[in-house]
């Protein structure tokens, strides 16, 4: 079969709404800690404000992953994340990528390397240095990373 012919059914991984409720959950524990802790006599409980805000900011995003859940589709041409935050959805190319594995840093993330260096050196190289990764995708799925890492590098096998 010649590669132009080659059509792989599209796969569709949703971020887990379980694993956001349970972030969401643990963010608002923390913004009622912030704001529920009595204020030392000494303090001035600018620390108390500070931590209710970032928790109360992490809640906000959870809440957002709650009601507009990450995908990640897999079809013939590559990769796309769209949902959660992202605001337009950005597809990546089998072509352009080396392989997909997990991140060694404890968080099961997947990540990648990019087979050339097109891509925006500055953050490529900075991610490489911190995770040996050009770029990451988040640990959220439904699935197991180490199945989406199998799904991910059987497709850019496929595609070629």
């Known amino acids: 079969m010649d590669r132009a012919e080659l059509v792989l059914p599209n796969k569709t991984f949703v971020a887990s709404r379980t694993k956001s409720m349970a972030l969401f959950l643990v963010s608002i524990a923390f913004v009622a800690i912030a704001v529920f802790l009595p204020q030392t006599p000494s303090g001035s409980g600018a620390w108390r404000v500070g931590a209710a805000a970032f928790f109360g900011l992490g809640a906000l995003v959870f809440a957002w992953l709650l009601v507009r859940p990450q995908r990640l589709i897999l079809d013939s041409d590559g990769f796309t994340m769209t949902g959660g935050l992202v605001i337009s959805p950005k597809t990546i190319r089998w072509s352009d990528v080396d392989r997909f594995f ?44 180490d199945k989406v890492v199998e799904e991910l590098n059987a497709y850019r096998q496929r595609a070629g």
């Open 102 to 145: 997990i991140l060694p840093l404890g968080t099961r993330m997947i990540g990648f390397t990019y087979r050339d260096r097109s891509h925006p050196a500055l953050l490529r190289n900075l991610n490489r240095r911190a995770t040996g990764a050009d770029g990451a995708l988040p640990a959220s799925w439904n699935a197991d990373p």
